[in-house]
């Protein structure tokens, strides 16, 4: 930067004009040397704005000057101080701020070694040994931390010796011994485990966890014995980490009576012990205080999650099997239970599934239906799921249908064809189509003609036979027609469907027209039928066309889609503004402002918003 640009800069951050002094500040981080004093006078100024770009310059000078010239404001007040802590932190001159170790003020030591942890470069490790003798606890107490968050090699015996400080040191030491993780800790982290320090002793706790050596959970397990009710948790948390193992067994008693707890973080804790030792006894409990989750709450939905992952790794128990069964059991965990052992694809439970499906409790049965779905296809099963489709409830109904369309077994598709012909409600009847073509659809949709409008129309929604969706898309039925062209979107593009989606253009229904444009944009082809919808007598066929249009062809048809923006209709002009500010081209950008006074307001607002992208 020439002297006259910086003199300039540095004279318009006295300027009134905060934006003034703001840019001239950013524009200085480009300066060298020479911007760096009137830089940190501009760290005063009043504004947060030119604060925060004096500070930013600053970082982007860099260099050993500027981290030399901060260095004093770590004694000033405390937003300048925090400042400079930034900028030296983003700096990283370590060998700079060791200088600082030596320092008279206390706080200014401490800040340098805060430094040094949070630029988190090893190198300044050697100058860290010294610290621990620090006259100031604070210092002594930010050394031992700064050694355990860099790793510092070799320092063991110095955080050991730091034990034995004064508590806050301790603390700190216990939290480097934990980043560490060096196993010969553990004699003196025994000791203080003994010690009548309570917040101590709960630091050890953690210490140990984070070792995580098979020895360190023997110390734990031991101490159990002795602790008291929070440092058992703290214990089981850390064995936890560590990896409870099955041998751990004796301490399933302790994780039950905690997992009745109301605090979160304790029932987490609890379930995942438990599932680590693999304590089936624990199954009914886990159930009934999963079960007394209310999945309608948010706050408890993310709990229910744990707890049914916590049942998928227990796995497949005559215990589970058990709880569905028992009268005991809420039904909210009975539901739990199924759900568990459907996922799990438990095939032994398969008998007491077919009893829950006759429960009193609609959940329970519609969960029992789901996970009968995932089992295997035998005769008991899909006779118990055929019942089910009696069932007085259609949420129950729908289970046991999609259930047999799962197992997609021969046996049940004249009932399921019954079904059809009498169930009330759509969405089951949706349901019972989808398993009829999943048994059988050339035998289903051999029938075509004689099922009722509402049929053939889901037909053509759910068909993936090219046969069947062209054949529907020629049907008496406009509703019918509209589902069979838009499902020709995801045939592939052969002669005879593109032949139809061209047909679809000129049909007489303008739903079947527009599906047509939808089905064109979704397989991209038929510009020419495109053109030709822009001057559809609906104002939707339009529409959907000049979208399609700018989706396939966008640049290269420019003109068409330019014309769209003279249509009488407001909703087409829209879609045409759209489609123009979405192609990279000079007359598209001209064709809009053209338009940039245009009467309507929202027309005026729509060409505003896509001028201002586009430039």
Same mark, same amino acid.
Not at 52 to 62: E, F
Not at 129 to 142: E, F, H, I, K
């Given at each position: 930067m020439n002297a006259g640009r910086l003199n300039k800069l540095i004279s318009k951050l006295g300027s009134s004009d905060p934006s003034a002094r703001r840019s001239a500040a950013?524009?200085?981080?480009?300066?060298?040397?020479?911007?760096?004093?009137?830089?940190?006078?501009?760290?005063?100024?009043?504004?947060?704005?030119?604060?925060?770009?004096?500070?930013?310059?600053?970082?982007?000078?860099?260099?050993?000057? #500027?981290?030399?010239?901060?260095?004093?404001?770590?004694?000033?007040?405390?937003?300048?101080?925090?400042?400079?802590?930034?900028?030296?932190?983003?700096?990283?001159?370590?060998?700079?701020?060791?200088?600082?170790?030596?320092?008279?003020?206390?706080?200014?030591?401490?800040?340098?070694?805060?430094?040094?942890?949070?630029?988190?470069?090893?190198?300044?490790?050697?100058?860290?040994?010294?610290?621990?003798?620090?006259?100031?606890?604070?210092?002594?107490?930010? #050394?031992?931390?700064?050694?355990?968050?860099?790793?510092?090699?070799?320092?063991?015996?110095?955080?050991?010796?730091?034990?034995?400080?004064?508590?806050?040191?301790?603390?700190?030491?216990?939290?480097?011994?934990?980043?560490?993780?060096?196993?010969?800790?553990?004699?003196?982290?025994?000791?203080?485990?003994?010690?009548?320090?309570?917040?101590?002793?709960?630091?050890?706790?953690?210490?140990?966890?984070?070792?995580?050596?098979?020895?360190?959970?023997?110390?734990?397990?031991?101490?159990?014995?002795?602790?008291?009710?929070?440092?058992?948790?703290?214990?089981?948390?850390?064995?936890?980490?560590?990896?409870?193992?099955?041998?751990?067994?004796?301490?399933?008693?302790?994780?039950? #009576?905690?997992?009745?707890?109301?605090?979160?973080?304790?029932?987490?804790?609890?379930?995942?012990?438990?599932?680590?030792?693999?304590?089936?006894?624990?199954?009914?409990?886990?159930?009934d205080k999963g079960g007394s989750l209310d999945p309608s709450l948010p706050d408890e939905i993310e709990t229910l999650t744990v707890f049914r992952e916590a049942l998928l790794r227990i796995g497949c128990s005559e215990k589970l099997m058990e709880v569905i069964g028992s009268p005991g059991t809420r039904f909210r965990g009975k539901v739990l239970a199924i759900e568990a052992l459907g996922k799990m694809r438990c095939r032994k439970a398969a008998s007491h599934l077919i009893e829950v499906v006759k429960s009193p409790l609609r959940d329970v049965r519609r969960a029992g239906a789901a996970a009968l779905g995932e089992l295997n296809a035998d005769n008991e099963t899909i006779e118990a799921l055929l019942s089910a489709t009696d069932d007085p409830d259609g949420h129950v109904r729908k289970a046991a249908v999609i259930a047999l369309g799962r197992l997609s077994d021969p046996s049940a598709y004249d009932e399921l064809l019954k079904l059809l012909m009498i169930e009330p409600y759509r969405d089951v009847r949706e349901e019972i189509i989808r398993s009829l073509m999943r048994i059988d659809e050339k035998q289903f949709v051999s029938g075509l003609n004689d099922y009722e409008e509402a049929t053939r129309e889901m037909i053509a929604s759910f068909s993936e036979d090219t046969d069947v969706i062209i054949t529907l898309s020629g049907d008496a039925s406009p509703t019918v027609r509209v589902s069979a062209v838009l499902s020709l979107g995801k045939t592939p593009q052969e002669e005879r469907t593109l032949s139809r989606i061209k047909e679809a253009t000129r049909d007489a229904d303008p739903d079947v027209r527009k599906a047509a444009a939808q089905c064109i944009e979704e397989m991209g082809c038929c510009r020419e039928e495109l053109t030709d919808l822009l001057k559809d007598s609906d104002m939707w066929v339009r529409f959907y066309a000049l979208r399609a249009l700018a989706s396939v062809n966008g640049p290269q048809s420019l003109e068409p889609i330019v014309s769209m923006l003279y249509d009488p209709e407001v909703p087409v002009m829209l879609g045409a503004i759209e489609a123009l500010s979405g192609i990279d081209h000079p007359d598209a950008l001209k064709a809009l402002d053209a338009l940039r006074e245009h009467e309507n307001p929202d027309i005026r607002e729509k060409i505003a918003e896509a001028l201002e992208t586009s430039w």
């Open positions: 950013e524009a200085l981080s480009d300066g060298d040397e020479r911007a760096i004093y009137p830089l940190l006078q501009a760290l005063r100024d009043l504004n947060p704005g030119v604060q925060d770009a004096a500070m930013r310059s600053l970082i982007n000078i860099g260099g050993e000057v #500027t981290a030399y010239m901060v260095i004093p404001l770590l004694k000033e007040e405390a937003l300048i101080r925090n400042t400079a802590f930034i900028i030296l932190r983003e700096i990283g001159n370590i060998d700079l701020l060791s200088g600082l170790l030596k320092d008279k003020d206390d706080d200014v030591r401490k800040f340098a070694i805060d430094l040094m942890t949070d630029i988190g470069d090893p190198g300044a490790c050697q100058y860290l040994g010294p610290m621990l003798t620090d006259t100031n606890p604070n210092v002594r107490a930010a #050394t031992v931390k700064a050694i355990g968050k860099l790793g510092c090699p070799g320092s063991i015996k110095e955080l050991i010796k730091a034990l034995k400080d004064e508590e806050w040191v301790c603390f700190s030491a216990l939290e480097a011994i934990a980043e560490i993780k060096d196993p010969a800790a553990l004699e003196p982290l025994t000791e203080l485990l003994y010690g009548p320090a309570e917040a101590i002793r709960y630091s050890v706790i953690e210490a140990l966890g984070k070792i995580g050596t098979h020895k360190a959970g023997a110390i734990l397990k031991e101490f159990i014995k002795d602790a008291s009710g929070l440092e058992k948790n703290a214990i089981l948390k850390s064995l936890i980490e560590i990896g409870l193992t099955p041998e751990m067994k004796d301490l399933s008693e302790i994780l039950m #009576t905690m997992l009745q707890s109301d605090d979160k973080e304790d029932i987490l804790i609890a379930l995942k012990g438990l599932v680590s030792i693999g304590c089936y006894e624990a199954i009914p409990v886990i159930v």
